[in-house]
């Protein structure tokens, strides 16, 4: 599986990982307030997730 994912924070990291979530594609199956929830998540890993699902022309879930 490639991992697309924007280099984040090591607590970032570790709350996808430990949700499954390896690359933007899976992350799209989750809606932008439930990964937000992830203990480890702030403003600013959520921010670069939301510019990286964009450059590729994806979005969270809706």
Request: no cysteine; glycine share 8%; hydrophobic share 35%.
């Amino acid at each position: 599986m490639n991992n697309d994912l924007p280099r984040l924070g090591q607590p970032a990291v570790r709350a996808l990982r430990n949700a499954g979530i390896t690359n933007l594609q899976q992350l799209t199956q989750y809606k932008e307030s439930e990964i937000s929830q992830l203990h480890g998540i702030g403003r600013n890993a959520l921010k670069q997730l939301s510019e990286a699902l964009e450059q590729k022309g994806l979005t969270f879930k809706r």
